[in-house]
């Protein structure tokens, strides 16, 4: 069983609809979670950085940690095109080092206009 | 854009060669990192170096070998090249030596071994 499961998608939505894409993981230690959008053919960027459990908003996208059930979230309110992409979600725990660190496959979120 | 900069972004090679990817960090940043992404493996940790010195290890093969130089680019050398080895190779750079998962990445190099 890897680390940080996500469903690979495609996730195929109509434009200005909310959006969910969610992620597992296994590791109580991992402390950090992230979500990293990619574009095709570019490399990942950081999206959205939560430590702990908790939401943090930003713009449109919310990261939400449940450390209970080991659950990761983003939602994504009013989708626009340009959010078709694939997010990965990434875990991580203090003093872990890179190799600590892991992402899940990605999940490819299309955008209908 | 990142501030990361990777040559080449493709590359074709046959099997049994060795090839070179290079990666220079955004300004400022000590630790380098290497990724290898494949579409059955996914975003997979490769190596990461901080300010010249090898600073973590993941699944990197004992055919590939990576190095920081004083000006802090990195290369990452891929020798006796399989198939398999086809795939997306990432560098991300950050500022500090532990990873708290705030990487910058560069567009990739894309290999393809025929």
């Known amino acids: 069983q890897k680390e940080v499961e996500q469903d690979p998608g495609p996730l195929s939505v109509p434009e200005g609809a909310i959006v969910s894409l969610n992620c597992t993981y296994s590791n109580s230690a991992f402390q950090y979670f992230m979500w990293y959008r990619q574009y095709s053919r570019k490399g990942p960027e950081l999206l959205m950085y939560?430590?702990?459990?908790g939401n943090k908003e930003d713009g449109r996208f919310t990261a939400q940690v449940d450390k209970s059930s080991k659950y990761i979230s983003l939602f994504i309110r009013d989708s626009q095109p340009s959010d078709s992409a694939t997010y990965l979600c990434?875990?991580?725990?203090?003093?872990?080092?890179?190799?600590?660190?892991?992402f899940g496959k990605g999940t490819h979120l299309i955008i209908q206009p | 854009d990142s501030g990361v900069t990777q040559t080449p972004k493709h590359l074709i090679t046959a099997t049994g060669q060795r090839v070179t990817l290079r990666c220079s960090p955004r300004s400022g940043d000590l630790s380098v990192y290497w990724y290898q992404q494949s579409l059955d493996q996914g975003l997979q940790f490769l190596i990461q170096?901080?300010?010249?010195?090898?600073?973590a290890k993941g699944n990197i093969l004992e055919r590939f070998s990576a190095q920081q130089f004083p000006d802090l680019h990195s290369e990452l050398n891929l020798s006796s090249l399989e198939l398999g080895d086809s795939a997306l190779y990432f560098c991300?750079?950050?500022?500090?030596?532990?990873?708290?998962?705030?990487?910058?990445f560069g567009e990739g190099s894309r290999l393809t071994v025929l």
């Open positions: 939560t430590y702990s459990s």
């Open positions: 990434a875990s991580g725990y203090s003093g872990g080092g890179a190799d600590g660190l892991t």
């Open positions: 170096y901080y300010n010249g010195e090898e600073r």
């Open positions: 991300a750079s950050s500022v500090g030596v532990s990873n708290t998962g705030e990487l910058f």
